[in-house]
């Protein structure tokens, strides 16, 4: 198994161009996360996907949109990309609502100039 | 969101040094999960405490977590260059997300 797979690993981006990051999982979770890391601080919640069919804001939505393309795949879209997205991307998956370990994929380092 | 604070924000240890990182909420959790992320990686999940002073080991890592489920610690002994990294606290949120605390940054010089 891969477990979850991100791409790209790297991008730049300039102000007000757009982009989708890609996530896909290929073990059969159904609960899948988007985050984003900014330096010296934890991860924050951009977007979340309790079940195929259903996307949530999370702590951080704003210029992010979201898509639960099916039961594997979920991605992130900016857009209008903007200096302040700068930071590192991790999506995550969990099986359940009542498991508690959220795996995690190798995550999308973003700059935008 | 509900947060936790974690003390310290940065620590650096000789090898053979212990290390011991704490986690602080304002209120009462009804889990605490404790996550390593090595430095250019992503969050690996390590343990999850449930329950009231509840202590767990995994080699040289003991996990604590308080009376009254409101601190958690993690303990390293005998720090190895392996430990390198950033420790997370972590505790549910209320959307079936997890709660990050900004970590403890752990370097240990050979």
């Known amino acids: 198994n891969a477990g979850v797979t991100q791409t790209p690993k790297f991008q730049v981006l300039k102000t007000g161009q757009s982009m989708t990051l890609q996530c896909a999982q290929d073990?059969?979770?159904?609960?899948m996360y988007w985050y984003r890391q900014d330096p010296g601080m934890g991860l924050r919640l951009i977007y979340y996907?309790?079940?195929?069919?259903?996307?949530d804001k999370g702590e951080v939505p704003n210029g992010y949109n979201v898509s639960r393309l099916n039961k594997r795949e979920f991605s992130l879209r900016l857009e209008s990309a903007a200096p302040s997205q700068t930071s590192v991307y991790f999506c995550?998956?969990?099986?359940?609502?009542?498991?508690?370990?959220?795996?995690f994929g190798p995550g999308t380092r973003l700059t935008v100039t | 969101g509900q947060q936790v604070m974690q003390i310290p924000q940065y620590q650096h240890v000789q090898e053979g040094e212990d290390f011991t990182t704490y986690c602080n909420s304002s209120?009462?959790?009804?889990?605490i999960q404790w996550y390593k992320q090595r430095p250019g990686g992503h969050p690996v999940f390590l343990i999850q405490?449930?329950?009231?002073?509840e202590v767990k080991k995994q080699k040289r890592l003991t996990f604590q977590f308080g009376e009254a489920k409101k601190n958690s610690s993690l303990h390293i002994t005998a720090t190895q260059t392996t430990d390198v990294g950033t420790y997370f606290c972590?505790?549910?949120?209320?959307?079936?997300?997890?709660?990050f605390g900004k970590g403890t940054k752990l370097s240990v010089k050979p």
């Open positions: 995550a998956s969990l099986r359940d609502r009542n498991s508690y370990e959220q795996y």
């Open positions: 073990m059969n979770h159904n609960s």
């Open positions: 996907s309790a079940s195929e069919g259903t996307t």
């Open positions: 209120t009462t959790l009804s889990n």
């Open positions: 405490l449930v329950k009231s002073g």
């Open positions: 972590v505790h549910d949120g209320s959307q079936g997300n997890l709660i």
